[in-house]
């Protein structure tokens, strides 16, 4: 069977966009001093708070991080809320991080995936931006304490109740 020059165009037009926007994410990531070494700083101080945590009985077994990079739902929240805190005292930034999860969010739209990582990604974003000012320390301590506090509020008041930039969002579950 003869193939067909315009169906295949077009069916490689998802894989090029998808392309194409992930390229721009990391070109912007880059001019704005997020490059992959930063990004892979962040993921390591995440980490080991996260197994630190964990090895103090603060954190559940489920959310150390194992040799293979394998995580939880903690991960996500503490890593996208220190990338937010690190990068989060220009407005220029902010608006560029939030930008770059309603990108993915689009992008995992038309690619027919699940778009709600990325809303998650966006809120917990927030978290970070709102502990700008304190020590690295002192704002990961405070995001654990967050987690607490959104535990806490979804069990009493469920998704609802949790208040973006206060609470962490844990799962696409949540909302």
């Given at each position: 069977?003869?193939?067909?020059?315009?169906?295949?165009?077009?069916?490689?037009?998802?894989?090029?966009?998808?392309?194409?926007?992930?390229?721009?994410?990391?070109?912007?990531?880059?001019?704005?001093?997020?490059?992959?070494?930063?990004?892979?700083?962040?993921?390591?101080?995440?980490?080991?708070?996260?197994?630190?945590?964990?090895?103090?009985?603060?954190?559940?077994?489920?959310?150390?991080?194992?040799?293979?990079?394998?995580?939880g739902d903690l991960?996500?929240?503490?890593?996208?809320?220190?990338?937010?805190?690190?990068?989060?005292?220009?407005?220029?930034?902010?608006?560029?991080?939030q930008g770059k999860?309603?990108?993915?969010?689009?992008?995992?739209?038309?690619?027919?995936?699940?778009?709600?990582?990325?809303?998650?990604?966006?809120?917990?974003?927030?978290?970070?931006?709102?502990?700008?000012?304190?020590?690295?320390?002192?704002?990961?301590?405070?995001?654990?304490?967050?987690?607490?506090?959104?535990?806490?509020?979804?069990?009493?008041?469920?998704?609802?109740?949790?208040?973006?930039?206060?609470?962490?969002?844990?799962?696409?579950?949540?909302?």
């Amino acid at each position: 069977m003869a193939s067909n020059p315009i169906q295949e165009f077009l069916a490689s037009i998802p894989r090029r966009v998808d392309r194409g926007i992930y390229s721009v994410i990391d070109e912007a990531g880059e001019m704005a001093g997020i490059d992959r070494s930063a990004q892979k700083d962040i993921q390591n101080v995440a980490a080991e708070f996260i197994n630190r945590n964990v090895d103090a009985g603060l954190i559940d077994e489920r959310e150390r991080i194992d040799s293979e990079g394998r995580s939880g739902d903690l991960f996500n929240a503490i890593n996208h809320g220190l990338l937010a805190y690190r990068y989060g005292d220009s407005p220029i930034i902010r608006g560029m991080l939030q930008g770059k999860e309603y990108l993915q969010q689009g992008q995992e739209y038309l690619s027919g995936r699940d778009p709600r990582t990325q809303y998650i990604d966006r809120m917990n974003n927030l978290v970070g931006y709102d502990l700008v000012g304190l020590s690295e320390e002192e704002a990961l301590q405070e995001m654990l304490n967050r987690i607490t506090d959104t535990k806490k509020t979804m069990r009493a008041g469920g998704v609802d109740a949790l208040i973006p930039g206060k609470h962490f969002y844990l799962n696409p579950q949540d909302y």
